[in-house]
């Protein structure tokens, strides 16, 4: 280590660097890099497709969380990995990766808006308060043995694309009746076997207060945190232990203050992904968000990405909650042309929606399911392209892919959640799927109902195959989500289980 860094940096280094554990297709290590914001340049995207190609068989994954993992990663090759992610100015998730008891855990990567200070819809730009959170936190060595991971996210765009009800503690910027941008906290949410939608704490706190409430948050979860065992050493338990009153007051008394009371509970609960290009606010300027499948990326087409970037815009990168990319500051002029390079290499911006809100965890490498989520996302997209052609552009819809019930795709919270299960046919454990439909949510977030349990993963397409032909043959002037939530669960399971017109 020292041959690599100087002495006095590698305390700092071991704190802010570490590999995951892997248990399939291979791989024994994982390398989770953590990109707050899910920022980055054209440069520093580059040097990870260099990683990727020497030491992770040229594979990358983008997560919903704005990060890449790199699988593949043998040990010996981890310092000099973590050196040259070091010179880049990223580190590495820390805690709970492997670890099998409760503790170890850290704040993640910080997620917001990726569109943050490009979208001349949102409230306010979250980058300044989430660059505050991850210098407080990132190998700050009193944050780095948490009961396990920590997630927080900054929400600011009105399309709630952090989806602030699934984190441990979220910031969701709105306008206050003076006319002044407030953010309300919300806290204890999980997509997990046992989830939990994350609880209004009914304050409202200023930008400058963020970091204090968040530092002061994650104090209470490293003292008061279970750490009997990893299942409940999450912070719902211990907001659902604890209450929102108790620990509301629990806050306010390490800050020494009185937080200000925010009765409305109706925050925006409606996800959706900045797809395709969009107009930025700076005048004559806009984004194309590159709709990636599942977020698997290779070295390749990384730096191809990456010298598009450069080219028609100012080599501005930001990953989305989503698992795509976005492509800032093109100038108006260059956007067809740039259009045009990224259709060269494969990514079609006259896609349905699906395209870019299908999701899927990475479960083919953890050990936890026995399909591959991934390949089944794009083979059902892949499907329903083919059945419904340019009709699927009608349909606005949201698909995620989980490999169990830990809900790494947050399939609990899209219009349809499928998790990975298995059926026994004659002796032997078949790859299925569990389907989740979730009603629209009004005045409440609302997480995904059961339709069905084991649906053959051969079956998924034309499961979704027959809910979308449904739909579009109904003409409904309604969301897809609005839609079925007008019908029982009888009903539904007769539109799943029917034989499907589709080739």
Sequence with gaps: MSEILPTKDIEAIRNRYVLGKDKCEGSNHFLRIKIPNGRLTAEQFREIANLSQEYGKGYAEITDRQNIQLHWIDSQNALNIFSRLEKIGFSTDHGGQGIPTAHGGDVRAVVSCPAAGLDKDELV????????????????????????????????????????????????????????????????????????????????????????????????????????????????????????????????????????????????????????????????????????????????????IAKISEKFGNGDLRLTPYQNIILAGIPDYSVDKATKALEEIGYQLESPYLRWTTIACAGNFCGKTIDHPKNRAKESMDYLEKNFGDSLKKVNLQISFSGCPNGCARHLIADVGLQGTALNIEGRNVPAYNIYLREPPKKSPTLGKLIQRGINAERVKLTLANLVEAYLNSGSKVTFSEYYSTKGQEEIQKIINSNSTCS
């Design 125 to 304: 730009d979250p980058w300044p308060i989430v660059k505050q959170l991850d210098r407080f936190f990132n190998g700050n060595k009193d944050f780095l043995d948490l009961p396990r991971k920590f997630k927080i996210s900054i929400s600011s765009c009105l399309l709630n694309c952090g989806n602030h009800e699934m984190q441990d503690l979220s910031f969701v910027a709105v306008m206050q009746t003076s006319g002044r941008i407030g953010f309300a906290v919300c806290a204890g949410g999980t997509i997990a076997a046992v989830p939990q939608l994350a609880k209004p704490l009914d304050v409202i706190v200023q930008q400058e207060e963020i970091l204090d409430v968040a530092r002061c948050a994650a104090e209470v979860f490293r003292d008061f945190g279970s750490r009997e065992v990893k299942a409940k050493a999450r912070f719902r338990w211990l907001v659902e232990a604890w209450g929102v009153e108790k620990l509301r007051k629990t806050l306010e008394e390490k800050m020494a203050k009185t937080l200000q009371p925010y009765t409305n509970a109706n925050l925006e609960y409606f996800k959706a992904e900045h797809e395709g290009v969009q107009p930025q606010k700076q005048k004559g300027y806009s984004f194309i968000n590159i709709p990636i499948s599942s977020g698997i990326l290779d070295s390749e087409k990384m730096e191809r």
